[in-house]
């Protein structure tokens, strides 16, 4: 009996978020199904975001004999997107769109229309969803501008984590001291951040980059014994060109702040692999992680820094609560607040809302934190064991599982066996 055919269409071999939750998606795929489905994969672009991620992490060379290129000959039972929902559309017998969502509060009406071309939407977290459902629209007839109907969701949506791969992301009693040049930095308490620096004036970029990097000054400037803020960011990509933009956005902000006495902040710039991540964050100078996001439709970096059994310090709001025990994590209150014009763009709209924190708590749990440390070391551990045990690439396995379950069973083209047929013999005529 021939086998069901499934294409994915992801981003899997670019250098980005997206692109890692795409891989693990495909490989969790890959392990359920490999024995029932033909499994192919139709590799895209993921914004500006540079490509080449497989051909650096050969463990990852698997995918590529799932790889197709040019259209599609016939209709697949499965078609799988991994991609923004306003790109969903029907094209095999049954359609799956995985997405992480936004960061807001709201999405956009056509992503909402893209849910709907499904037949089953995955998205990273309880916030994600709630965003869908929260955001309705009027669709209004463009000739006769008279209202049509609502625009609201209608295809069923499930939540499915980004489990963490516990083989790379875990606790090292000895990590390499020289990845990142960490060890050549005089401090010996250094917060950390990681992710990208996006568009937006300061305090309004998604990941809040610029208004950590004030903060930080302000609450230590001028203090004797000062930590050191290490920031693994980029703007797009691993260019000089890059680098050279982001020191130039911390200088200004230092030169903002009415002082000379400031604590360092350090880059960490470029391309690291899975595992040299694991190593910078069990660095023994690297004593906490630090995020004043606006928001996240998971928040992988945290989770996958939770195995460090670090303190974590990052806002209450958005996708990373559902994996961060708020008994166990430390996390700053704040308002929502709408998405500012400099951040805005064609899908975080202007109306929708996000997180803000509240500055003054900002600067006292970096200040309580950084003087007393040990107050805080046990919730990092037990966030740690509550990560490992309920957020692994196994346990989302198990959760994709379920999902697939729902996919209807497809007609099979069959071979048919005719009976075998005698020979008849003819009598055999005379001409007359």
């Given at each position: ?124 977290s309880e916030h994600s ?48 001291k020289e990845i990142g ?196 070391v046990d919730g990092g ?52």
């Amino acid at each position: 009996m021939s086998k069901n055919t499934c294409v994915i269409y992801a981003p899997v071999d670019t250098l980005s978020g997206y692109g890692s939750r795409a891989r693990d998606t495909v490989k969790s795929i890959i392990q359920l199904k490999k024995d029932e489905w033909d499994i192919k994969i139709i590799p895209c672009a993921w914004g500006n975001t540079p490509t080449g991620f497989i051909e650096e992490n050969p463990e990852w060379k698997f995918l590529e004999p799932h790889f197709i290129t040019g259209q599609l000959t016939s209709q697949p039972d499965i078609f799988i997107w991994i991609t923004i929902p306003s790109e969903f559309q029907k094209v095999g017998k049954y359609n799956i769109g995985i997405t992480a969502g936004l960061e807001t509060n709201i999405v956009p009406g056509d992503w909402v229309e893209g849910c709907n071309r499904m037949d089953l939407v995955l998205v990273s977290s309880e916030h994600s969803k709630k965003a869908f459902l929260d955001s309705k629209y009027q669709k209004m007839n463009e000739q006769t501008k008279q209202v049509e109907g609502i625009v609201e969701l209608k295809t069923p949506m499930e939540v499915i984590f980004e489990g963490m791969d516990l083989d790379i992301y875990k606790h090292l009693d000895k990590p390499n001291k020289e990845i990142g040049a960490l060890n050549t930095i005089p401090e010996d308490f250094c917060y950390l951040f990681v992710g990208h620096w996006l568009q937006g004036d300061l305090g309004e970029d998604r990941k809040n980059v610029g208004l950590l990097i004030k903060a930080f000054f302000e609450t230590f400037k001028n203090k004797k014994n000062k930590p050191a803020l290490v920031l693994k960011t980029s703007i797009i990509g691993p260019s000089y060109m890059d680098r050279d933009e982001v020191l130039k956005r911390i200088h200004q902000i230092r030169n903002t702040v009415n002082s000379k006495d400031l604590p360092n902040v350090y880059l960490l710039h470029g391309e690291f692999t899975d595992a040299e991540m694991n190593e910078i964050y069990n660095h023994p100078k690297v004593k906490a992680m630090v995020s004043l996001t606006k928001g996240e439709g998971f928040g992988r970096p945290l989770l996958e820094f939770t195995q460090s059994k670090k303190p974590i310090l990052t806002t209450n709001w958005s996708g990373h609560l559902d994996f961060l025990n708020t008994g166990f994590t430390t996390l700053v209150p704040g308002t929502l607040t709408n998405v500012h014009p400099s951040a805005a763009n064609q899908w975080l709209m202007k109306e929708a809302q996000w997180f803000s924190p509240d500055t003054g708590r900002v600067g006292h749990y970096l200040k309580d934190m950084f003087e007393n440390y040990k107050d805080y070391v046990d919730g990092g551990k037990r966030q740690a064991y509550h990560s490992k045990q309920n957020f692994s690439f196994e346990k989302m396995t198990e959760k994709m599982d379920e999902y697939l379950k729902r996919i209807p069973e497809f007609p099979k083209q069959v071979q048919l066996k005719l009976p075998q047929l005698k020979k008849i013999e003819l009598p055999k005529l005379n001409k007359v």
